[in-house]
Structures are given as C-alpha cells and as structure tokens.
C-alpha cells in the first residue's frame, strides 16, 4: 500500500525550522562549529525520533543528527525534541543517497542505521542503506575508528549487511543474532523495535569499525 501524506505536515514542519537545518550542505567540514565541538553521531532514517530523542537526552556530551526525508515522520521527531528540550540534536530533511555532499572526510564519529527498507528484491539491493555504495560513503565521512551500529529484525538483511561490512573492510564486532535472549539488555529501542520484540522476531545487531 502507497503511504499517504500527511497534509500540512511540509508547513508544520518548517514551522520548526530551529531544529532543521534546511541548507546542510553549506557547513561541510565545519560541522564541528555547528555541534559546538562535540562528537557527532548521525541517524540514517531517523523515523519518529525515539531512538535518537533518547540517545541525546542520555548523552548530553554528544550531538546528535537525525536524517530523514519523510516530511510527516520527520515532524513527529522534532515534536518529540522540543518537547524534551533538548539542545543536542538537530534534524536534516534530506535524502541519505546525497550524505557525501552533506558531511567531508572524518567528520563523524558514529551511523546508526536502525531497521531500514531491507528492499528484499535483489535487483534492489543497491538501495540498502548497508550496500557497498553507502558504505564506501560511510567510511569517508567516519573519522579514524568510527563506527557504524547496525540492528534489523531481518535475518537475511543482517547477512547481507555482514558480509558487505567485510568485505568493505570495516572491523565487524558485538555480533548478536538475538539481542534480547537475555531479559537485562542495556539498549534503547526504537519504536519499530518495540513492535519486533512484542511479535517475539529476534532483533540481530552489529558495530562496525572504520579502518583507515
């Protein structure tokens, strides 16, 4: 089913545009300005903005980057933000094909890529946000030891997302093919998560180190 747009989400959401930044190609290697010397960790697919909406409360120390292109989803985060009062984060409405015209080399610390479009079909596979395409992408913008922490309910997706890090050169460690086994898990959930779990689907995880 074709996902319907809210309407007057695109207005609403410019509204807000404190929490945006709408031109993110114009402070290319000078995002440590923007984040106020702080590491940076970016979300690739931000969604409603659980997730990243707790990492930065948790982390005041760090700044956070939700990256989002779906307009109405996008305004859920940035609610979820004003409403924390947090000063750490800070939404761009962008398409993630273009992340390399967005940040320069080694000016990230942390990707998060949390459930994305598995695009199961293979002649889609370069769509994933875990193919070699991005992850070349990726590797340029980490800084030295950076990482990429990865999480899916898909099996399949979680392989091929393996063997794509390896082969990428990427140091692939803190595998878990059932992240929740145990009852104590210390991790934040996103929304999509919470769903998996209750349905009983194991949740597979991964972290990525960039080798340069």
Known sequence: MRRRKKSGAKDELLKLDNMLILNPEEHKGNWKDVAGNKKIHVE???GRGQFINSLAEKHRDTFFIGIEIKEEILLEAVRKSIDKDLDN????WHDI?????????GEI?????????????????????IHRNFLVKYKKILNSNGEIHFKTDGEELFEFSLNEMLEMGYTVKDVSLNLYREENVDTIKTEYEEK?????KN???????NNK
């Open 44 to 46: 690739l697919g931000t």
């Open 109 to 129: 610390e942390r990707f998060y890529i949390n459930f994305c479009d598995p695009w199961p079909k293979k002649r889609h596979s370069s769509r994933r946000l």
């Open 203 to 209: 949740i597979y995880r991964l972290s990525a180190q």
């Open 97 to 105: 094909n273009d992340i390399d015209s967005i940040f320069d080399e």
């Open 196 to 200: 998996f779990i209750a349905q009983g």
């Open 89 to 92: 984060i800070k939404y761009l």
